[in-house]
């Protein structure tokens, strides 16, 4: 749902006297600032990251380094390729919170809300970025495709490559509802946009394939202590 629909949805539902919890029916995770488990779909959750698998591996990030993308292709490289499990065998988690959950905001996101200004994101010009230049494939999709080749898919370090290969990218609910606040505290939002709305904008545009989870350190206890993700951590 864009932002125009679900405001028109909310103006509906006020003028007939509906409740709020109709409105965070539309909205990943709900409109609390803090997610309730009614509003978690955890099946769809344990569905993914829940497959079967024969190794598990979840990698955390907070701040935003984009060469954590690069460990994660090694990772599935040298699992696969070293190690020998078979590719659909290989279970990844990414779970970015604070600045890292912008890996999984979509271009509108970030054009919108100044997501590279708001988190002091900037190229090696020293140019603030206004995209998620991060999340288009380089290469195409081909699993017969040499490993060696600089070009080729296997060393494709974009979120896409990543996500085509079994990586899910998780959302952090938590992050999104502070962020929102401090957006609007900043000035970055449009004028008018309250915080909700903006956590509500962002949660229904985030990139495909994206999972919202409740909180992203309570989803690293889940994954470990539930699902046997084992936990990489970097730091640079």
Known sequence: MNRTSFLAASASLVAAGAAAPAIAETVP???????????????????????????????????????????????????????????????????????????GYSDYVWAKYKIGEFFGIKNDAGETISS?????????????????????MYQDTSIEALQKRGAVFLTCHTAVEEQSRNIVKKGLAPSGMSASEVAADIL?????????????????????????????????
């Open 132 to 152: 998620n230049i991060w999340l288009k494939e380089k290469a195409t999709y081909d699993t017969n495709a040499d490993p060696d080749d600089d070009k080729g």
């Open 204 to 236: 229904t545009h985030l990139i495909p394939g994206a999972v919202v989870v409740p909180s992203m350190v309570a989803t690293v206890a889940v994954l470990q202590a539930k699902y046997k993700y084992t936990y990489a951590a970097l730091t640079f």
């Open 29 to 103: 995770g709900g409109m609390h600032l803090v997610e309730r488990k009614a509003d978690f779909d955890e099946a769809a959750f344990a569905k993914l990251l829940g497959r079967p698998a024969e190794i598990r591996q979840m990698f955390e990030a907070i701040a935003f380094k984009p060469g954590m993308l690069a460990n994660i292709k090694n990772s599935l490289n040298g699992l696969h390729f070293g190690y020998g499990y078979p590719a659909d065998k290989i279970a990844v988690a990414v779970a970015g919170h604070g600045p890292s959950a912008a890996y």
